[in-house]
């Protein structure tokens, strides 16, 4: 690959940008409570489908509920969640890759085989599967989520414990008498944290489209809440008459995963990571 | 090479072995008791006596060992079950489905590519020009617009506003129009990525120089040695783009209300009607597997270094 | 117009990168000159140029990266001028190329026949393709390659370098140009295999009266073949003579240092062999 000054200095100024953008939603997250205007899932009808106005900046929807506040809540679902699958199913994902990379043999051999074969199929159809057998709902939503997430982690993982246990590093270590933790914190996790922030970082991004996604198809986040998936499906009935309560939250669910998608390959370049 | 596609095939056998112990798996962990489903879909009041019998007659009561082994005899035959809401099999529901899904996913296969190809070669040749920069943003919009809002957005324009095309279900070819778009986008994205990596890589070889010593025309280096090289990467990640089309499907039958396979998946999520689950999720691992299957054997087609041993002669 | 002889005229020929902010000269003031039936033998470290003034000959060069400037006339006629298609025609067919690696010279997924008589083909529309393969197999069997008829069937991994190499060399035979520039030809192959590529290329001289410029790091290679050599160092010629002028009496110091780098006994070895054949 030719690194020209242009696209080096351009992947820099991606990274930038886009976590600034990231962190602005996430701020808006956090802070939506305070900042939002009205209430969103307060029903009135009086408001119902009012045009943008100085008390509603993005007008109402069929409900009389504030559009701006109702996306601003949206994000906090979205980002919030996704953090949540992406935090837990990291925790998992090391806590196997690890164990699995150590002992190795026919487990490791087993386990390894079991997250290729999640990785490979595809995401929604297991997570639609799970949540078949086990009921709609936000917790089983979550939890399948969470379920096909932690294989990627698991993966760069047991990779690193293997290529450590290969290198004698983790023998040596114990031969000085480190103590586990410290070879973890020493060794493991300065090799992971790349791959797993680019991976994270995509992943994200895949997250909040499948919660969308699902919330849409009526199986997550269930009415009244704010998410935007379920925002476009309430939408999509009054497309003649209103598109915009369908167009406002479609283009913060694109926004949002743009940006981790472009700072996620910004960072897997960067990184020279390569991902799924 | 007969050996090598034997064994292929072999190797197939006990991941659908593998996807069957799921299967039986996962229904015996859902909280949902067949017997008690089917007499509510028939709406017959489920006490204890008649809920006993139907558990016998469905075999529940047998040994686990023995209800698997039936299922996958029933299984071979295509038997999936009857369908808690209608207690119609649910192959014959399946199958009444099927086409119209294979329809719309084998159009929007064919459009990514006929949009794809030249596109992501396009996008190599000129590199950094715009048209590059135009399948840059192709893929990160096809990559990131959710599919669902994609689909209502093309409603909204094609339909509502010009009134050129339907607004939903399944007839003419303008039926097709927008859901196949839909679809497609998302392959689009990848592919023409894809593409261009690829060929920018083919581009540096060393045989394209060759070429061009020997004095071949440039449009036949392009089409015919170039492109042939660069496809391999693209068919080996066919696998992964049948999952994005099986998601594909599961959406935008959704959107558009059109009469697939997909859409009845979700219905049957929502009704919890667990054989239609079970035979979807087992449909796709097969036509999975299946695929992987055709890939490396089309692979070993169009590689002729990957089958034989490769022996140089002196 | 046509200087009768003299086949290649590179005058003053220079290459610079295309950077704006330090132009940089790759090539500078190359001046060499072929007559039928001669080798010039261009001798030089790795990065002294000698492939890419191989690739300024052909025309080969990206004019967004590098600048060219100076004139290479093949039988008289000016190359630098020439729009591409009338360059693409030269190529192959007046100016032929052996490559320094053979194993990736060819499309791996085309056996060596289709890739041979599509050279042929694309030169000669009216070659039909009985005509080509018949042309493709005596030249293979000229060549003195085993079994030519199936050797066209095989796939380029399927060959050792030895053998692609010649196939080269048979290609560029059919088409007959007036000048084959072997770009290290005998680089990537073991010793058995260098004595059969020198042996063709020499048989390319003595039978078709083909000009050869011939690169090659390797003194025992240039040795054996040249008439003249030139000596390459940083992109430019510090020395050029007849070749028993430079070995002998070398004038410049680098040739000196050339020279002396290399193993005395493996290249008075080599050349008795070669006075053997």
Not at chain 1, 216 to 226: D, E
């Amino acid at each position: 690959m030719i690194h020209t000054w242009r696209s080096a200095f351009r992947g820099q100024y991606a990274i930038l940008i886009c976590s600034i953008i990231i962190a602005l939603f996430f701020i808006v997250a956090l802070l939506a409570p305070w900042i939002a205007p009205h209430s969103p899932i307060k029903v009135d009808l009086l408001q119902k489908l009012k045009g943008p106005s100085m008390d509603h900046w993005l007008g109402t929807d069929h409900l009389g509920r504030d559009n701006l506040t109702r996306v601003l809540y949206g994000a906090r679902i979205s980002l919030g969640f996704a953090t949540m699958i992406f935090l837990s199913s990291l925790l998992i994902g090391i806590l196997v890759g690890s164990v699995s990379g150590y002992i190795g043999g026919w487990v490791d051999s087993i386990l390894m085989r079991l997250c290729e074969g999640i990785m490979a199929f595809p995401n929604l159809v297991l997570v639609l599967g799970i949540v078949g057998i086990f009921g709609p709902g936000l917790m089983q939503v979550l939890l399948a989520l969470m379920l096909v997430q932690w294989v990627y982690y698991a993966r760069i993982c047991r990779n690193m414990v293997v290529s450590l246990k290969e290198r004698h590093f983790i023998a040596a270590a114990r031969i000085s008498g480190s103590s586990s933790w410290k070879i973890i914190r020493r060794h493991i996790i300065p090799n992971v944290q790349r791959p797993i922030i680019v991976i994270g970082t995509l992943e994200m991004g895949w997250a909040i489209m499948d919660i969308s996604a699902l919330s849409f198809l009526g199986l997550g986040v269930q009415p009244p809440n704010a998410e935007w998936g379920a925002m476009i499906h309430e939408g999509t009935s009054y497309i003649r008459s209103h598109p915009e309560l369908m167009i406002y939250p479609g283009i913060l669910i694109l926004i949002v995963v743009i940006t981790f998608n472009i700072l996620g390959e910004a960072l897997s370049e960067r990184y020279g990571v390569t991902r799924r | 090479m007969i050996g090598y596609i034997g064994k292929r095939m072999l190797s197939v056998i006990p991941i659908i072995f593998v996807a069957t112990l799921v299967m039986f798996a996962l229904i015996h962990i859902s909280p949902v008791d067949p017997a008690e489903a089917y007499l509510t879909a028939a709406h017959i009041y489920p006490t204890e006596e008649v809920l006993e019998q139907k558990r016998h007659e469905f075999g529940l009561d047998q040994p686990l060992l023995t209800q698997y082994l039936h299922m996958v005899g029933r299984m071979a035959t295509l038997d999936f079950g009857t369908s808690y809401l209608t207690n119609q099999p649910v192959w014959t529901e399946v199958a009444a489905r099927l086409p119209a899904t294979v329809e719309l996913a084998l159009w929007s296969m064919l459009f990514a590519a006929v949009v794809s190809i030249p596109l992501g070669i396009a996008a190599a040749v000129y590199r950094n020009s715009w048209i590059d920069m135009l399948s840059r943003c192709i893929s990160y919009l096809g990559a990131s617009m959710p599919q669902f809002w994609l689909g209502y957005l093309l409603i909204f324009f094609f339909s509502v506003k010009l009134d050129w095309l339907p607004v939903e279900g399944r007839g003419t070819w303008q039926n097709l129009v927008l859901p196949v778009i839909t679809l497609s986008l998302v392959l689009i994205a990848v592919y023409t990525r894809l593409l261009r990596t690829s060929v920018l890589e083919q581009m540096q070889q060393t045989y394209v120089q060759y070429a061009r010593v020997r004095g071949l025309r440039e449009r036949m280096i392009m089409l015919k040695h170039v492109l042939r090289m660069s496809m391999m990467p693209l068919i080996s990640g066919m696998g992964i783009n049948l999952g994005k089309l099986l998601t594909g499907t599961i959406i935008v039958e959704q959107v558009f209300s059109w009469p697939g396979f997909g859409r009845y998946f979700v219905d049957a999520i929502f009704n919890r009607d667990i054989p239609v689950i079970q035979c979807y999720v087992f449909f796709a691992a097969c036509l999975f597997i299946l695929c992987n299957l055709l890939v490396d054997l089309v692979q070993l087609y169009m590689d002729p270094r990957i089958s034989s041993k490769g022996r140089a002669e002196h | 117009m046509e200087n009768s002889g003299k086949v290649l005229e590179v005058d003053n020929l220079q290459v610079g990168l295309n950077n704006r902010e330090q132009p940089q000269l790759l090539l500078e003031n190359i001046h060499l000159t072929l007559e039928k039936g001669s080798i010039l033998g261009l001798v030089g470290e790795s990065g002294s140029g000698k492939s890419l003034t191989c690739n300024a000959i052909l025309q080969l060069l990206n004019p967004r990266q590098m600048a060219v400037s100076g004139s290479v006339r093949l039988h008289g006629r000016e190359l630098t001028s020439l729009p591409d298609k009338e360059m693409r025609r030269i190529r192959g067919r007046e100016i032929g190329c052996i490559m320094q690696n053979p194993m990736n010279a060819f499309t791996p997924v085309y056996t060596i026949g289709s890739q041979f008589m599509e050279t042929l083909r694309t030169h000669y529309p009216n070659l039909s393709k009985a005509q080509a393969r018949e042309q493709a197999i005596s030249a293979l069997a000229d060549m003195n390659l085993p079994e030519p008829s199936r050797l066209m069937k095989c796939y380029p991994f399927q060959l050792s370098g030895g053998m692609l190499q010649r196939v080269m060399i048979a290609i560029s035979m059919c088409l007959r140009p007036a000048l084959v520039i072997a770009d290290e030809p005998t680089t990537a192959l073991d010793v058995v295999n260098q004595l059969r590529v020198l042996r063709e290329l020499h048989r390319l001289r003595t039978e078709c009266g083909t000009a050869i410029l011939l690169i090659s790091h390797d003194l025992g290679v240039i040795s054996q073949l040249a008439d003249e050599v030139a000596v390459m160092q940083q992109g430019r010629i510090v020395e050029q003579a007849e070749v028993h002028q430079l070995f002998n009496h070398p004038a410049h110091a680098y040739t000196q240092t050339l020279l002396n780098a290399r193993p005395l006994t493996a290249l008075s070895g080599s050349r008795h062999a070669a006075k053997q054949k």
